[in-house]
């Protein structure tokens, strides 16, 4: 099947936003892509969960069909929370939570703003000293289209990171080309 930017988009619009990678692919736009084109099922997204699948079925005009349990069982909603006491800093949980929720600083205590947390508990495993536990979120506000918009800045971010790195490589080989001819 071809790809289909208008159904993709709509796939995703109904996806959870955790972009926990539970399901396979990299986050909720990936994944949504994989399912307009035929590549991925629909029961692929545990936070999704029964609805999620329900809705999906509904939009696609397919059956709907159990969460596959390869990818993870549905549960509650949680955020990830820092015990700051055992917190060390070491920074290995900020690079992969995919809305920049947690806030800290080289050998500085960390913490995760609670309502920016998507839950997909990708921190965890980061973390050296298991420091970082899901509890049930204080106020359970979460919002995907807010999760959505946090995940592309992040992405737009390290884009740019890269491309100013890989500019700064072509200018350093621009002059080392430059010297290795001078002295030519």
Same mark, same amino acid.
């Given at each position: 099947?071809?790809?289909?930017?208008?159904?993709?988009?709509?796939?995703?619009?109904?996806?959870?936003?955790?972009?926990?990678?539970?399901?396979?692919?990299?986050?909720?736009?990936?994944?949504?892509?994989?399912?307009?084109?035929?590549?991925?099922?629909?029961?692929?997204?545990?936070?999704?969960?029964?609805?999620?699948?329900?809705?999906?079925?509904? *939009?696609?005009?397919?059956?709907?069909?159990? *969460?596959?349990?390869?990818?993870?069982?549905?549960?509650?909603?949680?955020?990830?929370?820092?015990?700051?006491?055992?917190?060390?800093?070491?920074?290995?949980? *900020?690079?992969?939570?995919?809305?920049?929720?947690?806030?800290?600083?080289?050998?500085?205590?960390?913490?995760?703003?609670?309502?920016?947390?998507?839950?997909?508990?990708?921190?965890?495993?980061?973390?050296?000293?298991?420091?970082?536990?899901?509890?049930?979120?204080?106020?359970?506000?979460?919002?995907?289209?807010?999760?959505?918009?946090?995940?592309?800045?992040?992405?737009?971010?390290?884009?740019? *990171?890269?491309?100013?790195?890989?500019?700064?490589?072509?200018?350093?080989?621009?002059?080392?080309?430059?010297?290795?001819?001078?002295?030519?």
């Amino acid at each position: 099947m071809t790809f289909n930017a208008s159904l993709a988009e709509k796939i995703e619009l109904l996806l959870p936003q955790t972009q926990c990678r539970q399901c396979g692919y990299p986050g909720c736009k990936p994944y949504a892509e994989a399912i307009s084109r035929d590549e991925a099922d629909i029961n692929q997204c545990p936070p999704g969960g029964e609805q999620g699948i329900k809705q999906l079925s509904q *939009l696609l005009n397919i059956p709907a069909k159990p *969460l596959n349990s390869q990818f993870g069982v549905e549960k509650p909603f949680q955020v990830a929370v820092i015990i700051e006491a055992d917190c060390i800093g070491c920074t290995r949980c *900020l690079p992969p939570c995919p809305v920049d929720a947690i806030i800290g600083a080289s050998k500085q205590m960390h913490t995760v703003v609670a309502q920016q947390c998507t839950g997909c508990e990708l921190c965890l495993v980061y973390c050296p000293v298991d420091c970082i536990v899901m509890q049930a979120p204080v106020e359970p506000k979460f919002d995907a289209m807010q999760a959505r918009k946090q995940h592309q800045v992040k992405n737009q971010r390290l884009a740019k *990171l890269e491309a100013e790195k890989a500019e700064r490589l072509n200018r350093q080989k621009m002059l080392l080309a430059k010297l290795k001819q001078a002295k030519s």
